[in-house]
């Protein structure tokens, strides 16, 4: 076999291509709804202070009445992993838009009610799909995004292997 | 020779990836709230001009009608209006009022500075059943069948061209529930 000169930066632009038609699905998800669209509306600034549920304001700072250290864990982890549906790429925590700040209290009180993670996550995707999470389910139209690293990497070890021994058959 | 075209085709390749990519990605935003197609969630919330009257989604079971998410703090709202108001007028069927996250009174100053064609307004001051309802912002304007299915879902203001939209699916949904 004789070496191939442009083996290199042709893989990687393959590579790459792969990677952006990949991206489509990710783009899928992340962009759904991403910003807030033209012409519509936050309540909020102008508005008096909203009072929360717990008789005060809700802000990514306020210090919640959790009953129990893993539930505070439970909460910031799933604030987290959960997006804000009005903001570009904030997670619910993050955010201080009104509505990020109801779902936020959502959120709050079905730990109370001992709802498990996966209810409360399910809560936000039967009203917002799936564009909610941050980590999309594994699902016929996510598998590419998936699986698709997975396949990146196989494929420039591959690529990789037969490059060496290219190189090692030349010297 | 050959070999050094590789690259270019590669990047033609890429090329055509974007131009395709893209342009879909304005419609992908555009994606349509998960609740289309499935019940309108139940929820019974105050009214507006009278707080004492409790009204629900289930209530309207039974015939098509429209609900429009405003507040008084919400310009694009300002400009829909007029042609809520014609939805009012002209689509025959109810058209509920969500108001979201207001203050009564500046509402009721909001209705009575610009008209109130709505059947009448549910009010949702903290903003649970607006949860329930996906919404993202306002205004949104939600068209259920008599079934209690929600059909379609419009972000943002409403225009000419969405208008016409809307009086079309309306109709369709008319000539469904009464046969």
């Known amino acids: 076999m004789k070496l191939f000169p442009f083996a290199g930066p ?30 519509q509306e936050q309540p909020g600034a102008t508005r008096p202070i909203e ?33 804000c549906t ?86 | 020779m050959i070999r050094m075209l590789v690259p270019l085709g590669v990047f033609l390749g890429l090329v055509a990836l974007l131009l395709i990519s893209l342009p879909t990605a304005e419609q992908r935003r555009q994606v349509t709230s998960p609740l289309v197609g499935r019940e309108v969630p139940n929820f019974t919330l105050p009214g507006l001009h009278d707080p004492d009257v409790m009204r629900s989604t289930a209530d309207l079971r039974g015939q098509p009608f429209l609900l429009n998410v405003w507040g008084s703090w919400c310009f694009s709202c300002r400009v829909e209006h007029p042609y809520i108001e014609r939805l009012g007028r002209e689509a025959g069927v109810p058209l509920v009022g969500f108001n979201w996250r207001d203050e009564r009174g500046e509402a009721l100053e909001w209705l009575g500075r610009f008209g109130d064609a709505w059947t009448f ?56 529930a009464g046969s």
């Open chain 2, 121 to 176: 307004h549910m009010v949702d001051f903290e903003g649970r059943a607006a949860i329930d309802l996906g919404v993202y912002g306002a205004p949104e304007t939600f068209l259920v069948d008599h079934r209690g299915i929600i059909r379609h879902k419009h972000i943002g203001p409403v225009d000419q061209v969405v208008f016409d939209d809307l009086m079309r699916r309306i109709l369709e949904m008319r000539t469904e």
């Open chain 1, 86 to 171: 009005v903001c570009q790429n904030e997670s619910l925590s993050e955010s201080t838009a009104p509505l990020a700040r109801d779902l936020r209290m959502e959120v709050f009180g079905m730990l109370q009610d001992n709802r498990s993670d996966m209810e409360i996550r399910q809560f936000m995707v039967d009203r917002y799909g799936d564009f909610v999470l941050y980590r999309p389910p594994l699902a016929g139209h996510t598998v590419l995004l998936w699986g698709g690293p997975l396949l990146l990497l196989i494929g420039g070890l591959i690529s990789a292997v037969v490059v060496i021994k290219k190189r090692r058959q030349a010297l």
């Open chain 1, 10 to 39: 042709a893989l990687g632009a393959a590579g790459l291509a792969l990677s952006l038609l990949l991206s489509a699905p990710i783009g899928a998800q992340s962009e759904a709804p991403a910003s807030e669209p033209p012409g």
């Open chain 1, 51 to 83: 009072q929360g549920r717990m008789g005060g304001m809700i802000s990514p700072i306020e210090p919640l009445p959790f009953r129990s250290e893993l539930e505070r864990r439970r909460f910031k982890a799933l604030t987290n992993e959960l997006r």
